[in-house]
């Protein structure tokens, strides 16, 4: 069974995609920011190392 939309719901499906993750980025931003504030930090090295390890796992 083929599920049919229209541009309309389509549209406000996307809206609603990007306005949920550019919420979640934000809120990701505000506990860095926090973390910051509260001292934990870490070294670039190990900040480049957490990339790379994101980027290879997927």
Known sequence: M???FTR???VKQA???MIEEEA?????IRRGIE???SGKLIEHDEVKARIQ???HSK
């Open 8 to 10: 309309e719901q389509l």
């Open 35 to 37: 973390q910051a504030d």
């Open 15 to 17: 809206a609603l995609r």
């Open 2 to 4: 083929k599920v049919q």
């Open 24 to 28: 979640e980025f934000r809120a990701g």
């Open 53 to 55: 390890r994101l980027l």
